[in-house]
């Protein structure tokens, strides 16, 4: 691409994000364009560091549930000892980066503003995991808590599903996968992904 069809990206972002851009970037190494996947992991967690800065404080619980694959991390967090609902989250991260970690703060501020149960689920990434193994894992960790939702005093009467980016379609995914193998999970009352576009006037 030639220089003068580059798009001149630090004009155009907010005054709030160049803030954001000039604070990340004393902090950070260079990002690994050739290296490996797990570099670009590792760049990815430490970059998240900024964006998970004062989160609300709730109680967590984290649990190693079972799947056919092995077993799948899982992160609780409970802003109220009797949830109306529990919301299942799934990370972005590309379907190659990501982790409980890099999404801490916006899964408690869900369940903060809910008021709900919000359980993450560390599920498989690629390239390892192929199709449909990541779905796989979340289907299982959802039946997994809908069975055992006594013993981990959460509510699975009610149920929902969010996610972003990559996270989004997995969450969508997910969701029609209990649909149509017929799997009962609680109700699905709620859905809610982000996918993100910025317009730039570019026809």
Known sequence: ?????????????????????????????????????????????????????????MATRAYMVPTK????????????????????????????????????????LLASYSQCTVIGIDYPLSPEARFPQAIEEIVAACCYFH?????????????????????AMLALASALWLRDKQIDCGKLRVFCCGMGFTDYGIP
Request: glycine letters at 8%; aromatic letters at 10%.
């Open 147 to 167: 069975q055992q939702a006594e013993d981990y005093q959460i509510n699975m009467s009610r149920i929902g599903f969010a996610g972003d980016s990559a996270g």
């Open 1 to 57: 691409m030639k220089p003068e069809n580059k798009l001149p990206v630090l004009d155009l972002i907010s005054a709030e994000m160049k803030t954001v851009v000039n604070t990340l970037q004393p902090d950070l190494p260079s990002w690994p364009a050739t290296g490996t996947i797990a570099e670009q992991r590792q760049y990815y967690t430490l970059e998240r560091r900024f964006w998970n800065a004062g989160a609300p404080e």
């Open 69 to 108: 694959y092995g077993q799948v991390e899982t992160r609780l967090f409970c802003p109220q000892p009797d949830s109306p609902a529990t919301l299942f989250y799934l990370h972005g991260g590309g379907f190659i980066l990501g982790n409980l970690d890099t999404h801490d703060r916006i899964m408690r």
